[in-house]
């Protein structure tokens, strides 16, 4: 069963498990980790040949009132991997062989002027970044891959709760 059917699996059977009650998050698996979503979303999807993609509606207006889940792969013109990219772009990394021009870009949309900084869990580090109304966070996980996870409608501690801090 690929990542994209199991994660899929997981979430549902944690909403039947879950009850669906108001005030317990669902368990949710995604690229062999476990997060916590809201409960009752309204809708799921998934796009990718491995889950790139996973986002968790909660609204019924497409692209609005959602936690989406997306392996942040590092584009060729950076010149570095993914990890090494989000560092050099949120400010934790200083000297970088990563294209200056695109962490420039990078750090204008994510870290410049914008709340932004490192969390610490267990093994990961998680890099967030606040834009206006929605949270981003950038989780380092252990076999040294990055998920970008965002949300329009989670707060500061809902976003934390969603990786277990």
Known sequence: MNGC???LVALLCSLVAAGCMADDWVLLSYAGLN???PPSPQAMGVKGDDS???VVRYGAEKSKQ????TRFLAEPQYQCDSIE??????GELKKTECDQQEV????????NDKK???LKKENMDVFYSELD????LFVVTPDKSVIKIDSDFLSEADMKRVIGL
């Open 66 to 69: 959602y936690v989406a889940f």
């Open 35 to 37: 997060f916590s979503v």
């Open 52 to 54: 790139d993609f996973f």
């Open 104 to 111: 420039t870009m990078f750090a204008k949309v994510f870290a």
């Open 85 to 90: 990219f989000v560092r050099a772009a949120l």
């Open 116 to 118: 932004h900084g490192l």
């Open 5 to 7: 059917k199991q994660a």
């Open 133 to 136: 109304d929605s949270y981003f």
